[in-house]
């Protein structure tokens, strides 16, 4: 676990960025920095307050004390006494510095082939064997779009050609979705501040470019939940009544689920908080009209640009 001083100091997120990622409203910020001097946030000229990650995680680790019972002056008693030691509390959240990697042999495009090849002969072994190498040459981003999503093109190709059959197709993206759950196993689990929900819109079968962005949200420690395949609106509406997101992520494939979406961000601006609705996907990707039809916000059309999307919109409302 690392400590709270390990984090960027870097002013960048705004009152209402750090009331996303807290779930702490501005007026209680303010109170806190006025009251305790708890937080030191830079003032820009117009007289913004500009708050740094370091400040957010702070906060987290407040937060979850006063959620526990612990009044905020004795919570802020405890971090001056930490202070006064010349340490830090731990954060709530993991910090793992960027690993440095090594030189990769070929370029990420060629795994995506040998990826390919290992699938369809159902080498499971070879499978596994790949997946690992490309971890250690690639970042996640690369491996999702420059190795599997290739390998997933190579699959639809071969299938539609009658090169292999459905089955096989089938199996092929199984092992990758069971692999890309594995990674995000792997990955501390975030579950502080703003939560996303990501996953499928309904009728829309095809998880693995909504589970890839749930996995590269939670690397970034985001407070992230993947649902899965098939979602109906009506019960998006009810768990989002329970689960209280900031913002939900749902892909569509096919113009059934573009209908049966189409009144789902007027649905949530009714409910407490008022959820923002993003959508992405293959259909939606080919269909500009449709992008513009569909109440809510398009996130883009690669992985990358969804990733950066989510970001826009949980730390300034907007993309």
């Known amino acids: ?18 009331q996303n990622r807290t779930g702490i409203k501005p007026v209680t910020l303010r109170a806190w920095e006025r009251r305790y001097n708890l937080l030191q946030p830079v003032r820009m000229p117009n007289g913004y307050r500009l708050y ?21 002056s004795q919570v802020v008693q405890q971090f001056n006494q930490i202070r006064e030691k010349g340490e830090w ?12 990697r090594k030189k990769a042999p070929r370029p990420a495009r060629d795994y995506a082939e040998l990826l390919f090849g290992a699938l369809v002969s159902h080498n499971d072994e070879r499978s596994a064997i790949i997946f690992e190498e490309c971890q250690v040459y690639f970042e996640l981003i690369t491996i999702f779009q420059e190795v ?24 092929s993206s199984q092992v990758i979705k069971a692999r890309l759950l594995g990674i995000m196993q792997g990955l501390p689990a975030m579950k502080e501040g703003a939560l ?24 970034r420690n985001y ?10 609106a009506e019960d998006l509406i009810d768990y989002s009544k329970i689960a209280r997101p900031k913002l939900i992520c749902l892909s569509i ?3 059934p689920t573009a209908f049966l979406l189409n009144g789902f961000s007027k649905q949530l601006s009714s409910l407490r908080g008022k959820p923002k609705f993003g959508f992405f996907g293959g259909y939606m990707r080919q269909n500009e009209d449709a992008q513009k039809q569909l109440p809510g916000i398009y ?8 990733v950066d999307s989510v970001r826009r919109i949980l730390t300034l409302g907007m993309v």
């Open 1 to 18: 676990m690392s400590q709270i001083d390990s984090f960027p100091t870097e002013p960048e997120f705004t009152i209402k960025a750090v």
């Open 52 to 72: 740094a990650e370091r400040d957010i995680q702070l906060l987290i680790w407040v937060q979850r004390r006063v959620n526990s019972g612990i009044s905020i």
């Open 89 to 100: 509390p731990e954060a709530i959240q993991t910090y793992s510095p960027a690993k440095p």
């Open 148 to 171: 599997i999503e290739p390998c997933l093109a190579l699959l639809d190709e071969a299938w539609f050609h009658g090169d292999i059959p459905i089955a096989t197709r089938h199996l």
């Open 196 to 219: 996303v929900l990501v996953g499928c819109g309904p009728e829309t079968m095809d998880e693995m470019s909504p589970l890839m962005l749930a996995v590269l949200l939670r690397q």
């Open 223 to 232: 407070f992230v939940e993947y649902l899965g395949p098939d979602l109906p």
């Open 253 to 255: 494939n096919q113009e």
């Open 299 to 306: 996130l883009g059309d690669e992985l990358d640009t969804n």
